[in-house]
């Protein structure tokens, strides 16, 4: 029992999910957007870090190169001079410089690295952003779109007024005529009074007639035969 129970929660609480994903896609498209666009500027920033690194680096070792090269050239001197102890002192100088200089452009070589491989990312992730953008301007057009259609179907919907004055021009149209339905009721009324039996009859010829027809008139107006 509980196992089902947490089996429909979990599946409610995905389609809930979805609903408001699809609800509110447009505002997440541009959330994430924005911070897609944070964690490019904070990129921007590391790399930044890392060139101005490489920069001090590179102005270090140039410093220390041209130490390197007028230490061994006093300590040469030197040693010319018969000044072995000068001359000492300075190869002990030039080999701690050469010691850090190696360690320096090792540094500088992972700085480099790291600054190449960064900017293909920021290269890369760039390029994504303006690709989100561009779908995030056509999932808006899209969506407005969707939004009208959902509005004109509302309105042209089975609900809508069109289809209610259709049904109210049927219903006049299928009225029965009130004019044709009083005829009918008189006829009914005559036909039960026996009214209409007597006109009947003397149409036929049976007893006087109650009114002048047609043909009573043609009768009167005929040329009478001479005798």
């Known amino acids: 029992m509980l196992s089902t129970m947490r089996t429909l929660f979990l599946g409610a609480s995905a389609r809930a ?85 190696a360690r320096r452009r090792e540094t500088l070589a992972g700085l480099e690295l790291r600054i190449a491989q ?30 009208m259609q959902k509005k004109l179907g509302r309105h042209l919907g089975g609900s809508s007024a069109m289809d209610e004055a ?18 009918i009721l008189a006829e009914i009324d005559r036909g039960l009074d026996h009214t209409s039996l007597d006109t009947r009859m003397a149409d036929a010829g049976f007893g006087p007639k109650g009114r002048v027809s047609a043909s009573d008139v043609l009768a009167r107006l005929s040329p009478k035969p001479t005798t």
């Open 17 to 101: 999910e979805e609903q408001v994903r699809d609800q509110f896609a447009i505002e997440l498209i541009e959330q994430k957007l924005r911070e897609a666009q944070n964690q490019l500027k904070t990129a921007k920033v590391a790399l930044a870090h890392l060139i101005q690194r490489e920069r001090g680096e590179a102005r270090q070792i140039e410093t220390i190169t041209v130490r390197v090269k007028d230490m061994t050239g006093r300590a040469e001197e030197a040693l010319a001079a018969g000044r072995e102890d000068m001359a000492g002192q300075a190869a002990e100088a030039i080999a701690d410089m050469e010691n850090d200089l």
């Open 118 to 147: 960064l900017k293909t990312s920021i290269e890369r992730a760039n390029r994504r952003i303006m690709d989100l953008k561009q779908g995030a301007i056509a999932a808006k057009a899209v969506r407005r779109e969707q939004d």
């Open 166 to 183: 259709e049904s109210l021009i049927a219903d006049v149209m299928g009225r029965d005529d009130p004019f044709e339905q009083n005829q």
